[in-house]
């Protein structure tokens, strides 16, 4: 107890999204996700339990946390202090390397690397797919981030069952990402009130999650199979009927913006060509393109027509959470 602990957790990009909530307390989605974990966008976070705090001292990015703005943290480390028995605060600092809220999943990565801090700070060892439930607990989408490569969120019926496991730790054929980053501006609608708006009010909510899984079952092939085309045709269609319930919402909204078709028409274009690029969406404007090292030249030569060199960021696959 008292030791200073750091986790490295790396943000995903889900293929086949998690979109509603069956249980909102507990963080149970409405169905099974599929993420690919990314190598250059990740969280550092130091945690120490102090007997000397009186509450919790949370900043990020160097910024002290208001106890609005920290409630989300405070809980967490609620949920890890009951878990190991204590009462003590702690201190948790946290660095993003990841454009925060700028729909590259900053929580995921953050909530990833909470657990894995406060969990080992506290005294606690838990094995992967404990922590994995108790990354859930944070941000359903930090539940994949525990883990490397190819990871699916398995959503289970409660708190014992719903986690991630590796589906493909370590993949042997050329895929990556390149994440178009249009907004930097915080989402308009956090993607927990959307997806709750969508499972209260749209029509079209009943259709997400039987597609959602039959696309699972379809990705998990495909990954097999090694077939970029097909997971990019998989996880490009599975984003659109995503993006569409959000259109039947009431009040309706999107998170597109007009770069966002801008940024769609390209890839089309592209793929139109010859060239193989799939685009993928969540909940903001940016948009992440599906494609192979090999052909990501040509691909980010089109795209600086169009957007800031420095707003095109090329992911590789990347690892699982590690304590550094
Ligand atoms: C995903 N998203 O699978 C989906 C696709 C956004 C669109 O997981 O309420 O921040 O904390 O569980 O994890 C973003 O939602 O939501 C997300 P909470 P989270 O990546």
Redesign the pocket.
Known sequence: MNKSITARAHT???LI???G?ADPKL?IPQNS?L?LTLEPFYTDTTVQFLPTLDQDQISIDGQLLTNVAGLRVREFLDLVRQRAGIQTFARVASTNHVPTAAGL?S??SGFAALAAAASKAAGLELSLPELSRLARR?????TRSIYGGFVEWQKGHNDADSLALPFQENIDFDIQMIAILLDPRPKKVA??AG?AQVVATSPYYAAWPPTAEKDLLAMKAAILKKDLNLIGQLAETNAMK?HATTLSANPPFTYFEPETLQAIEIIQNLRNNGISCYYTM??GPNVKVICSAKETPAILAQLRQHFPADHLLVAKPGPGIAYI
């Open positions: 995903n990009i889900a999204k998690y979109w909530k963080i996700s993420s999943a929580s995921a944070g941000s359903g989408s930090a993607s927990r997806m995503m969540d909940a």
